[in-house]
Every structure is written in C-alpha cells, then in structure tokens.
C-alpha cells in the first residue's frame, strides 16, 4: 500500500532560523515526488516536481531534495509570510493521476 | 483572474439534505478532481475526470456522484448528507500528462448537523 509520512507535524522557528522538513515515502516504482503549500483557509499550492533522486529544486528560501526513500524541503533563512502547512505527495502505484498526500507539516515562522 | 473556483465556500445543511458543489476552471486542463480533506488535514482523493469521462473513483458511498457537463467544470452531488460528511471538499484539476502539478480551488466547508 503508498505510504507518505511526513515529520514533524508541527515546527516553530524563529524568523532566520533555517530547518528542514521530511516526507518519507513507501510507493511502487517512483514516478515523481510533489510539494504543495497550503495556507489556512485555501488550496494547496504547488511548489515543486522530483522526479528522481539526486535531484534539486529551488525557490526563494525553498530547496526540496530527493532520495531513494525520502524528500526534504530545505527553508533558509524563513520569513513570518512563510507560516503554512507543507504537503508532499506521490502518485499512487495504480495511477499517476491520483496522487497519495501526507498529513502535512505545520511551519510557524515568529518574527 | 481565478484559475480554479468553486461555490460555494461554506455549506451549512442538516442531516439527510441533498447538497451540490460547483466547481469550475479556466486554465484548459482536461483532467479534475475532487478531494475530500477531513479535520487532521488529511487530502483524500475522491473522483476524477478527464475530458469529461471518470477516471478515478475512489472508494466513497455512492451518495456521492460527480458530475462534468464539460472540460472546464465538474460538479459535485451529495445526496441524503450524514454527519461524517462534514470536511473541506476541494476540486482540483491538471493536464492530462502532468498529474502531480494539480491546480486547486479554494474549497468548500461543508457543515453537516
């Protein structure tokens, strides 16, 4: 069965202060690795494509890495405007289009 | 200019109601989805449709039927609504080719007592 896990599910940093997040992942045959954004009250947003390990991928203070069996999404440096929960999702072994979400990482950003 | 939108964004009804959700994009995709996400923020896919014809449909109670009249919308019919519906319902939608970047509106809470 797709399994996406993603740690920690809550983090609070400090605005500046530089951390990372996991999403590790148990899918048939990888056929890329997705991070979304969502803010409180919306959609989630689309940040980035994996496709294969090794593999980087950059915005603003925004780095999502890949390996075999897991992602992180690098924040440098975060901002407050950064605060949101972090989704990362595979496509599922049966379909490419349906994709297996995690439960998400909350990042809090204090000025 | 919405890219992907959806009406209506709260939805408060009793038990055993019929209730739809509209949902419509402007972005020329051929493929949508509906997604349920419960209250521990978990997204689940629920249906999908590309160019108009269903293909996913997630293990949900057929009390749920999705409907696209066209490409640019796809319409979601909940009928006789139970209390364990209750959740944020988001459409989504995507090209056929790149499924993982998908395009999400701004969902619809819907409130169940």
């Known amino acids: 069965e797709d399994q996406v896990t993603q740690s920690p599910e809550a983090l609070r940093l400090q605005e500046g202060e530089s951390s990372s997040l996991n999403c590790s992942y148990t899918?048939?045959?990888?056929?890329?690795l997705f991070w979304y954004r969502q803010d409180p009250g919306k959609g989630p947003e689309f940040l980035f494509t994996l496709y294969s390990a090794g593999e980087e991928k950059e915005k603003e203070r925004l780095k999502a890495t890949l390996t075999k069996k897991e992602s992180f999404l690098h924040i440098t440096a975060p901002k407050p405007e950064d605060s949101a929960t972090y989704l990362c999702a595979v496509p599922s072994s049966g379909s490419a289009r349906q994709l297996t979400f995690g439960s998400g990482t909350q990042l809090t950003v204090l000025p | 200019d919405t890219a992907v939108s959806q009406t209506p964004k709260y939805l408060v009804t009793q038990m055993g109601n019929d209730k739809s959700i509209k949902c419509e994009q402007n972005l020329g995709h051929d493929t949508m989805y509906w997604y349920k996400q419960d209250s521990k923020k978990f997204l689940k896919i629920m249906f999908s449709?590309?160019?108009?014809?269903?293909?996913i449909n997630e293990t949900v109670p057929n009390r749920f039927s999705p409907k696209s009249p066209d490409k640019a919308h796809l319409n979601l019919h909940i009928n006789s609504l139970e209390l364990g519906d209750s959740a944020v319902y988001f459409c989504?939608?995507?090209?056929?080719?790149?499924?993982?970047?998908?395009?999400f509106g701004p969902g619809t809470r819907l409130t169940v007592t």
């Open positions: 989504a939608s995507s090209l056929q080719g790149a499924g993982g970047e998908q395009y």
């Open positions: 899918v048939s045959g990888l056929r890329g």
């Open positions: 449709y590309n160019n108009k014809e269903l293909i």
